[in-house]
Each structure stands twice: as structure tokens, then as C-alpha cells.
């Protein structure tokens, strides 16, 4: 099937992996994130915009996970931009401020080359320091590689939305992963690391 391209197609292994570099995202990486999630949003299985971003999208993103103290990473080799995730609020109420959802997105020459398996952790390690106690992710549940992923990464079946999604021409199923960060909900949240609290409690007052 045409849109599961992306999710079977071999990737070029990695001659050197522990070569690969996670760090936060610049405003210079955007060209190589767009192209990344183009591929993507016309072969895979991952999020799908109604119109195709654009720069200026991504950039705008960027800034506004940056301001609310969020991780925008990006994953390099060599010198090229391979792989980027990045989590936002899971709702923008204020109740719900101290989960994330997050996307994660590998290059398509590179898929299946423990890419993901070096960045969703440095993505978990990030959201956790920014005092969130909970992470999710929705996930097509014909994308096998993301729910692996996820599930070596402490991710476990929270949920199944049916038919919530329409990509090339069928109905598309989501399961929900969910993995607790840090003290989960053992206790209550830590204030003083509040920084994404605050963030979002004024701009919804
Ligand atoms: C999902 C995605 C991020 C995984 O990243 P990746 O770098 O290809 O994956 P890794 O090489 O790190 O492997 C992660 C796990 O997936 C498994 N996997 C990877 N590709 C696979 C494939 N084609 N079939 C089956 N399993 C696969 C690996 O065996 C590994 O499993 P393990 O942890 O049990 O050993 C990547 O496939 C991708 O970018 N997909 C398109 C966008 C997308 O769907 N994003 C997620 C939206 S929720």
C-alpha cells in the first residue's frame, strides 16, 4: 500500500551511530525538518496537516514550543539534520498543564537505523526536567515502528480512537501511548519547577 512507503522502506544504516548528535533545534534546521515531515505527510503514517506547511510554519512551532519551555531537538549526523521531535501541551487548559503530546520524525533514508531509538529518550529526559508528569502519543495503528519504538521507551496502550482519521482513502484508526515522567502522579507537582505552568496559566487567564 502506497502510504505505508515510508514505514517499510529500508533505510541506509548508519556507518558510524554513535556519531549521531541530539541538541535543540535552531531556526537554521528548518529547511531539513520540512523536508523530513513532507516526506512524511505524503507516504506515511505520522500527523497529517490539511494544508502543507510551510518555513514559516515550522519556525513558528519552534518559537512557540520554545516559549513554553518545551523540547524542539533535532537529531545530526555528520553534519545533516536526520531525524527531529518535539512535544506540545496536550490540551492548552490549564488543568492539563502538566502533560505533553509529542511527534517524532526520522528521515526516510535513515528509518529503521536507531535514529528514533536516540532521540524520543533525550525527548522524555527534556519534557520530564520541564516538570511535566505525563507523555502522549497518538499513534496510526498501522505504524508498527512507532508503537515499538515507543513501547522500548516505557510507552504503554492507554487507548484506541476508531476511525478518527481519513488518509488515503480509508478510515484510520489512533492508539493512544502514555508513559508517567518523573514522579508521574506519586505526588503533586513540583511549582518550583513550574516554569511551563506559569507559562501557560497567564496566557489563559
Ligand atoms: C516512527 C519512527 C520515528 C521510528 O524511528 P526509527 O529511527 O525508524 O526507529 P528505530 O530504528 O530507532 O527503531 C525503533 C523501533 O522500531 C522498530 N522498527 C523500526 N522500523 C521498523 C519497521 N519498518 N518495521 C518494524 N519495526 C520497525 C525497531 O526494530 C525498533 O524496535 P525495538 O525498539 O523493539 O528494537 C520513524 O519510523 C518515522 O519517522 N516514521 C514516520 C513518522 C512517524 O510515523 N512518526 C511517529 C508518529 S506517532
Known sequence: MKALDSLTAGGTALERPLDIIVRASTEDDVPAMLAIYAHHIQRGLGEMDVEPLNGEDIKRRRKNMLKHRLPHLVAEYLGAVIGYAYAVPFRKRPAYRYTVKHSIYVHPDHLNAGVGRRLLPVLIDAC?????????????????????????????????????????????????????????AASPPDDDNGTLKLKIDRKHR
Request: proline share 4%; aromatic share 10%; glycine share 12%.
Open 128 to 184: 520530564s526536567a520541564a516538570g511535566c508528569r505525563q507523555m502522549i502519543a497518538y499513534i496510526d495503528t498501522a505504524n508498527v515502528p512507532s508503537q515499538r519504538l515507543h513501547q522500548t521507551f516505557g510507552f504503554e496502550h492507554a487507548g484506541l480512537l476508531k476511525a478518527v482519521g481519513f488518509k488515503y482513502g480509508r478510515w484510520t484508526d489512533s492508539m493512544l501511548m502514555q508513559r508517567a515522567l518523573g514522579p508521574g
